[in-house]
């Protein structure tokens, strides 16, 4: 579930930024926008999944596990941006050939549904068997902590 809610906000992440550069510097290149925003999405990801969703799991020193996560994204941005690229230069659904807002929605179903879905369900995977491989490594978080009440709860002895 955690994987899911962390997913959810770096969609958003990505959507925002890929339509913050769609419509100002990378107008007329829509898989490099969608790209550059999956690599900030994925920046926020490793935080959110190293110290929320995979809390517990690990095994590995820092580096290497980011090294093999950079490695897992890497292969996640190119599954995500995959089907987007496919359908404008493979099946040309792109204007002029189709109209502004068949294109927009190609682009959107193919780059932030589809794409997400693959690349999701690969670093879901990945993250489990390579990243993070080892369960209940690392401590979970103390939630909550109240120390033990003895029923006797002694006193000092007093001089009468």
Wanted: hydrophobic fraction near 50%; glycine fraction near 6%.
């Amino acid at each position: 579930m955690k994987f899911i809610i962390v997913g959810g906000l770096c969609y958003v992440v990505a959507l925002v930024f890929n339509y913050a550069l769609r419509l100002s510097v990378l107008g007329t290149k829509p898989v490099i926008a969608l790209t550059v925003a999956n690599i900030i999405a994925t920046v926020v990801s490793y935080f959110l999944n190293r110290e929320w969703s995979f809390r517990t799991r690990g095994g590995r020193r820092r580096h290497h596990e980011m090294l093999l996560y950079s490695v897992v994204n890497g292969v996640g941005v190119a599954l995500n941006s995959a089907p987007l690229w496919v359908a404008r230069y493979v099946f040309g659904i792109h204007y002029p050939n189709v109209s502004r807002l068949v294109e927009e929605i190609s682009d959107f179903t193919f780059g932030m549904v589809i794409g997400v879905a693959i690349a999701m369900v690969f670093r879901l995977w990945a993250y489990r068997v390579w990243v993070f491989p080892h369960d209940d490594v690392r401590p979970a978080p103390k939630r909550h902590e109240v120390p033990a009440q003895s029923a006797a709860v002694a006193t000092p002895a007093t001089d009468s």
